[in-house]
């Protein structure tokens, strides 16, 4: 039985742990006090638990992280029980309108479901200002050291293919250098609890994060907002959402949304 | 209702953001990362929630943390791969001995995370669960998808690596 016992550092390990059947735990219990070998193992099992805790390094979130945990879990439905609502409630945490809002809504969800708008598609139609949150926390997120880019390129050519494999599309990335906004690089950020293509140019010193992933929303023109000093400009086409962000003045960053929309 | 909901995540589960985040440094590396892939594991998490059936919210939390870890790492680079076999990273296996001692010679001589971080991940990831979050075996067993033997022998080994390099570098 003893020699059973020497080989196992298992066998101390997790007796340590409390993790041995109580008759187990008994035998080594047993055998720690008559063996010399095994008790020295022992004591040096200690002190290296002693020292992993002691030295394991415990992380502290930066509060950036638990704002940015915040919003985006503000921005997303949790999907409710599955026994109960299969597929289609999840949104229900997100649409308290639809059993305020009486006839208009009911319109709006039947008009949905009859033209075959999925999950996905009435999340974006309700969480245009989440989304807007989430746009504007990555905006700022990006201008913190070593956040900007994944693909750091002045060139188009290193830039979209980069976004290969990474997303489930292939974001436009037109030169605009001439026109005064030359490309600094690209990344993936999450929006709305999805990936998304995070193109960026700049102007002067200032940086313009251009943000796109497909939907299945129809065409929306532009809609321009500013909060807190930066400005956002928004818009669909062609089953593509775009969102443009910058400290840039609101007539440069439109100019540029122009130039961005016809490339 | 959903409500109640939301209230019940930010009083049980985002307090332990603290933990998610320290494994996913522990098993990435990299603080940027580990920031992206906590916000992803919450954000699964939410979505989940309704379904998670009570239990421990920490395990549950830090299986869908790891499995974010392991996924990201997959997609995203080949940051770290390094292919574990029991057999072959058997206590004995004198190859491995030897990377202990060049862990240890390394200019981060003697320090402990230095040496953590040439540990395979599935070394990493016992230790942090069991030294740092104190997670029972069983628990440990379900976040890192092994049975408990393996989560026994995995830690044991792992304990008996950090000391050989504690007892050189001291």
């Known amino acids: ?263 | 209702m959903s409500q109640n909901l939301h209230e019940r995540f930010e009083q049980t589960v985002l307090p332990l953001i603290d933990d998610a985040y320290t494994l996913a440094r522990h098993l990435l590396r990299d603080e940027h990362d580990a920031q992206d892939v906590v916000q992803e594991a919450y954000l699964r998490a939410w979505r989940y929630y309704a379904s998670f059936r009570g239990g421990d919210e920490r395990a549950w939390l830090l299986t869908i943390l790891r499995n974010c870890c392991y996924t990201w790492r997959g997609g995203r680079r080949d940051a770290e791969h390094v292919p574990f076999d029991e057999e072959l990273h058997g206590l004995d296996a004198s190859s491995r001995y030897a990377a202990d001692v060049r862990a240890v010679d390394d200019s981060d001589r003697g320090s402990l995370e230095a040496v953590l971080g040439r540990l395979p991940a599935q070394f990493r990831e016992v230790l942090v669960l069991r030294e740092l979050d104190e997670l029972s075996y069983k628990d440990i067993a379900r976040v890192t998808g092994v049975p408990v033997g393996t989560v026994m022998s995995r830690l044991a080994r792992a304990r008996e690596r950090l000391r050989r390099v504690l007892k050189r570098s001291a």
């Open chain 1, 1 to 263: 039985m003893s020699q059973a016992l020497h080989s196992t550092h298992e066998a101390l390990s997790a007796y340590v742990d409390g993790e041995l059947t109580p008759d187990r735990a008994r035998e080594v219990a047993e055998h720690l006090t008559t063996c010399m070998q095994c008790s020295a193992e022992y004591e040096t099992l200690l002190a290296t638990i002693a020292a992993l805790r002691a030295n394991l390094e415990r992380y502290q979130a930066p509060d950036v992280l638990r704002a940015r945990v915040r919003t985006a879990i503000a921005a997303t439905p949790s999907i409710s029980e599955p026994a109960a609502r299969p597929e289609g409630g999840a949104s229900r945490r997100r649409r308290p309108w639809v059993w305020q809002g009486g006839i208009a809504a009911a319109l709006l969800v039947s008009a949905a479901l009859g033209s075959g708008i999925t999950l996905l598609a009435s999340r974006g139609r309700t969480s245009t200002p989440d989304v807007a949150a989430d746009v504007l926390a990555s905006h700022v997120r990006s201008l913190m050291p070593d956040h900007l880019t994944d693909v750091r390129s002045s060139d188009q050519h290193n830039v979209k293919p980069w976004f290969n494999g990474r997303l489930d599309y292939s974001p436009n990335v037109p030169r605009l250098e001439e026109q005064g906004f030359p490309l600094v690089g690209g990344r993936v950020d999450y929006v709305g609890g999805r990936p998304v293509a995070v193109v960026v140019y700049s102007r002067r010193q200032h940086l313009i994060n251009v943000f796109s992933w497909p939907t299945r929303l129809g065409d929306a023109p532009l809609g321009v907002t500013a909060t807190n000093g930066y400005n956002m400009i928004h818009w669909r086409s062609r089953g593509v959402e775009r969102w443009v962000v910058s400290d840039l003045n609101a007539s440069e960053l439109r100019s540029f949304t122009e130039l961005l929309a016809s490339s």
